[in-house]
């Protein structure tokens, strides 16, 4: 079961989807930072007293196809963060395209670990929207992520799929300059909804599988297992949550292990899937720069 996030002809509403359809949906039609404000029980008792839907027919990551459609699921104020050099692979992709690699190294090693501010809201794609790359960087790559929902309490109330894309070029010129080689307009993909914690077995045995479609074709795939993570997400949520207040929750992606080879870059007109166990598909189409992303918005 997901809770998803999807708009209507009454507006934006909120669900809970298995399987294709809508199988619940909220009584008071609530936002979802208002859930996310919520302890852990008090939204898992929400939830377990939804009713059954008057209509429907509600397929994640085929939205575009329904007359309804997929939104991500964030609104309010909730912010989207992220952890970096997570994974062995992660810190040896980085220490490649740095000029001072071994400070990768050391954040992977470090007992702190890296944390960063990924997106607000306005720059996040949901299913079938479109991610971004830079106008003005040179190498770019998706990083399929498995995200943390965490509500206000710092309680992990769920999990989402997530694409961290990255402008390789900017951040190897310089690691100061990271802000930049993640945060802009269109940098960030998530969805296709919140798959409660408590409907996970094991988060740390989640298949994640990319590929990446150019020209009606299959040009990159790979395929990694969350098993692969060295921070536990505790420790990531505890970090996130020392100095900061999440009055409407947030979400943490958790690091990549997948990073396309030294050559691979996104052009304009791929599509990237990630599939991950338990958690479904988000595919999103790549555009060049804000100019373009605006005028697909405007073409919608």
């Known amino acids: 079961m997901q809770i998803i996030r999807y708009k209507s002809s009454s507006g934006i509403t909120l669900g809970m989807s298995h399987n294709g359809q809508l199988i619940g949906y909220f009584q008071q039609n609530p936002e979802l930072?208002?859930?996310?404000?919520?302890?852990?029980?008090?939204?898992?008792?929400?939830?377990?007293?939804?009713?059954?839907?008057?209509?429907?027919?509600?397929?994640?990551?085929?939205?575009?196809?329904?007359?309804?459609?997929?939104?991500?699921?964030i609104d309010g104020e909730?912010?989207?963060w992220a952890a970096g050099v997570t994974y062995k692979q992660s810190e040896q992709a980085r220490m490649e395209e740095s000029g001072t690699p071994d400070i990768y190294?050391?954040?992977?090693?470090?007992?702190?670990?890296?944390?960063f501010f990924k997106a607000t809201p306005r720059r996040?794609?949901?299913?079938?929207?479109p991610i971004v790359v830079r106008s003005d960087s040179t190498w770019d790559v998706p990083e399929p992520e498995l995200v943390l929902a965490v509500n206000a309490h710092a309680e992990i109330i769920g999990y989402a799929i997530g694409n961290d894309v990255s402008s390789r070029s900017i951040e190897g010129?310089?690691?100061l300059y990271l802000p930049q080689a993640k945060v802009y307009a269109g940098c960030c993909g998530l969805g296709p909804g919140i798959t409660p914690a408590w409907e996970v077995s094991d988060p740390y045995n989640l298949a994640?599988?990319?590929?990446?479609?150019?020209?009606?074709q299959v040009y990159w795939k790979g395929e990694t297992s969350t098993r692969e993570l060295k921070r536990r997400f505790a420790e990531l949520v505890t970090y996130l949550f020392l100095e900061n207040d999440f009055p409407d929750g947030v979400f943490l992606c958790t690091g990549t292990a997948l990073v396309p080879e030294r050559q691979f870059t996104l052009e304009p007109g791929d599509v990237v899937q990630i599939d991950v166990d338990q958690l479904g598909t988000l595919r999103n189409p790549v555009v060049r720069g804000k100019v373009e992303l605006g005028q697909v918005i405007s073409a919608a």
């Open 33 to 73: 930072h208002d859930l996310l404000r919520l302890r852990a029980e008090e939204l898992r008792v929400q939830i377990e007293n939804s009713r059954p839907p008057v209509y429907p027919g509600i397929q994640p990551g085929t939205a575009h196809n329904l007359p309804t459609l997929i939104l991500a699921p």
């Open 173 to 175: 010129e310089n690691p």
């Open 208 to 216: 994640i599988h990319l590929a990446i479609e150019r020209n009606g």
């Open 124 to 129: 996040v794609a949901g299913p079938g929207a």
């Open 105 to 115: 190294a050391k954040a992977y090693a470090a007992k702190r670990p890296e944390l």
């Open 78 to 80: 909730t912010e989207v």
